[in-house]
């Protein structure tokens, strides 16, 4: 038989929500700066030190990242405790948004990558194409060019790139540096709840969801979404003034 003090007993989760949303409000003084605002409840910068994710974002870019865009938790707070679970204003991440999270397995870096599937999706790669709920996703074949460091040899080696797009509309250029790389085919990934899916753009090259290692990504652990390059500099510290500007 279930007490009275047993029915009127908040749940975890509502416990949780509330505590978060406590520790929101008293850091509201703190955080009332205009810069501090800024940095920490409105975009974060960050900077970008590997090629995963070219061509759409490139070693030596400087990134924005909208907090705000899918709600404040443990990784997006600034000096939130770590008991702390769940999200404030929470709001899941949409098919092709560049995201900035920390894993599961390695809560202490940050990583950007696409969102490509959300729970309950079947995730597979088949000969290089990504394959979404048993259907292969739209690409179209663009020009060759050259990989630059993307690929990791010759700078001037052309190296394959493709438009694909998702069934929601989103769409991007990804690059194929190896006609058989070893995450080319893989298992299907069914995505839990809770859960969504990452890839790197450049994706002969890239530590993402394919891998046991790195798994699907908690929505807990989504710090912001990258809407914009602020700035960016090449390989001998030059500004590369045309890729500054919106984030697809």
């Not at 038989?1 to 929500?17: G, H, V």
């Not at 907090?67 to 707070?77: I, N, T």
């Not at 999270?101 to 696409?114: E, G, H, I, L, Q």
């Not at 891998?211 to 908690?218: A, E, L, N, Y």
Request: hydrophobic share 40%; charged share 25%.
């Amino acid at each position: 038989m279930t007490s009275l003090s047993q029915t009127m007993r908040p749940s975890r989760a509502q416990s949780r929500e509330w505590k978060a949303i406590l520790i929101l409000i008293l850091l509201v003084p703190v955080l009332w700066s205009p810069l501090l605002l800024f940095r920490f409840v409105v975009y974060q910068p960050f900077s970008i030190p590997s090629g995963s994710m070219a061509p759409t974002l490139l070693v030596g870019d400087y990134v924005f990242a909208a907090k705000y865009a899918y709600g404040y938790g443990r990784y997006s707070l600034p000096f939130a405790p770590s008991w702390i679970s769940g999200r404030v204003l929470a709001a899941d991440p949409e098919y092709g948004d560049i995201v900035v999270f920390r894993t599961a397995k390695d809560n202490s870096v940050d990583y950007v990558k696409r969102v490509v599937g959300l729970p309950g999706d079947r995730i597979q790669m088949r000969q290089g194409r990504l394959v979404l709920n048993d259907r292969p996703v739209t690409r179209v074949a663009l020009e060759a060019k050259p990989a630059g460091s993307a690929c990791g040899g010759d700078d001037e080696a052309k190296v394959k790139r493709w438009r694909e797009t998702l069934p929601s509309g989103a769409f991007y250029v990804t690059i194929d540096c190896d006609d058989d790389g070893f995450l080319d085919n893989t298992a299907v990934f069914t995505v839990p709840p809770g859960h969504f899916f990452v890839l790197g753009d450049n994706r002969d090259n890239s530590t993402d969801s394919r891998m046991s290692t790195f798994g699907f990504v908690p929505m807990d652990n989504l710090i912001g979404k990258v809407t914009r390059i602020f700035w960016s500099l090449d390989e001998d510290g030059e500004p590369r003034f045309e890729r500054m500007g919106k984030v697809e």
